[in-house]
């Protein structure tokens, strides 16, 4: 059964008043990991111990309601995975940064410190995705392209698409120091004090250039550095990352 409203276990962020999706922004408690991957760690990748974040995956799919959990491991990329077909185990694909489904009770799952999860959802033709974006993939544009592989291979028409922005590095946190080489010129205009950037503006500008509807477009504002909730690369190097999952129900 997915139902936003039913699992308090693990304390979330649910996608407000979405109808018939799971899921939500996961913060860092909750799970069973140790310092300095306390608690809610969902990556093999960072040195915490691989049966730890088993239980802390379990923890999530229990919460939610959920038959299995599809994750990719990440690569700061722009390659989108479809998963079109019935998944019966938890998976996790290498070398993807979005995942799109139109498979019910699957959990799709980005993890992140600081990076964006941004998930994407049209109701009508109930399909769902989730993106990695950080810098690189802001300056990639991968929602844009999530959204025109949603487009293509189900229909999905931009204006139908609601999508939310995860906590991640807000502009009071965001220095590119070698911005000038990092971001593109059309990026400059996002940049708000000498060298900081409102990467969630720019998110949500590639959102609305791509179709999506402005009153569609809602974001957590809230800052991973800031917020000690989450977990942040750019706090502390050595950490765990958070899980942003959604689901069909
Ligand atoms: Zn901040």
Known sequence: ????????????????????????????????SRTPFAALNVSYGVGDDPSQVDSNRKLIKEALGLNC????????????????????DDHEHSGFDALI??????????????????????????VVANVHAGWR????????????????QFGCEPSQ???????SLGPCCAEFVNFAVELPES????????????????TRSQLQDAGVIPGNIQ????????????FSYRRTPSTGRCATVAALG
Not at 137 to 152: C, D, F, L, Q
Not at 161 to 167: D, E, L, N, Q
Not at 220 to 228: L, S
């Open 101 to 126: 489904t139109n498979q019910p009770g699957v959990g799709i799952m980005i993890q992140q410190a600081d990076c964006q999860a941004v998930v994407l959802y049209d109701s009508k033709k109930r």
């Open 219 to 230: 974001a957590a504002g809230v800052c991973t550095r800031c917020d000690h909730n989450y």
């Open 1 to 32: 059964m997915l139902d936003n409203h039913l699992p308090k276990l693990l304390p979330y962020v649910p996608f407000s008043s979405w109808n018939r999706v799971a899921g939500g922004f996961f913060s860092r408690h909750g799970g069973r």
């Open 161 to 167: 698409i609601k999508a939310a922005i995860s906590p």
């Open 187 to 202: 990026f400059h205009q996002f940049q708000i004090t000498p060298n900081y950037f409102d990467f969630w503006a720019i």
């Open 69 to 88: 959990l599809v994750s990719a491991r990440q690569v700061h990329g722009d390659e989108i995975a479809v998963i079109d077909t019935p998944v019966a």
């Open 137 to 152: 993939g802001s300056v990639a544009n991968i929602v844009a392209k999530t959204i025109e592989e949603m487009n293509s």
